[in-house]
T-cell receptor, first 114, second 114 residues
């Protein structure tokens, strides 16, 4: 039981390049989330998927797109990377209300945009 | 005013000290209160979870919620060097924040010196 896994762990991009961050969970959770964490800003929600087939914007969605590929996988895409997107990205998942009381986080992807 | 305020520290204490970490909030709809611990270069992990007002104890850790003052605290007794981490408060109006509305504080960096 690996929990929440993220790939890659590190990535360096040039401005304007695109990339997809991958996230998978093996806990049969319904909800999945993408956050970014910046110094002095805390964790901010980019997008979330309350259940398979649905996605919704969070606090900072501009410049990102997401795909809930199936119940296990939730990817985050940067179409045209900008230096302001340099951050640590965390994926998380949670079970339906009443089943668990927490979001479980992956180990993160450290992204640098030059 | 941010919804959740948390002093970023850093906070440095000697081993064995009692540590007090705090957050204030402005949204009276918050009902679920959590503390996450994040070690350097790792994802956040749930440490304590409290519903509504009151205290909850788990080993050396005690979480307190005072909804009338919109103030939550985490106490660590007999602090250990292994407690050195960033502590994030988080809160939500609904169970686990599965509607994408789990709001995090910026985190307090704690260092426990041997």
């Amino acid at each position: 039981n690996a929990g929440v896994t993220q790939t890659p762990k590190f990535q360096v991009l040039k401005t304007g390049q695109s990339m997809t961050l991958q996230c998978a969970q093996d806990m049969n959770h319904n909800s999945m989330y993408w956050y970014r964490q910046d110094p002095g800003m805390g964790l901010r929600l980019i997008y979330y998927s309350a259940s398979e087939g649905t996605t919704d914007k969070g606090e900072v969605p501009n410049g990102y797109n997401v795909s809930r590929l199936n119940k296990r996988e939730f990817s985050l895409r940067l179409e045209s990377a900008a230096p302001s997107q340099t951050s640590v990205y965390f994926c998380a998942s949670s079970a339906p209300p009443g089943i668990t009381d927490t979001q479980y986080f992956g180990p993160g992807t450290r992204l640098t945009v030059l | 005013q941010k919804e959740v305020e948390q002093d970023p520290g850093p906070l440095s204490v000697p081993e064995g000290a009692i540590v007090s970490l705090n957050c204030t909030y402005s949204n009276s709809a918050f009902q679920y209160f959590m503390w996450y611990r994040q070690y350097s270069r790792k994802g956040p992990e749930l440490l304590m979870y409290t519903y509504s007002s009151g205290n909850k104890e788990d080993g050396r850790f005690t979480a307190q919620v005072d909804k009338s003052s919109k103030y939550i605290s985490l106490f660590i007794r007999d602090s250990q060097p292994s407690d050195s981490a960033t502590y994030l408060c988080a809160m939500s109006p609904n169970y686990g924040g599965s509607q994408g509305n789990l709001i995090f504080g910026k985190g307090t960096k704690l260092s426990v010196k041997p």
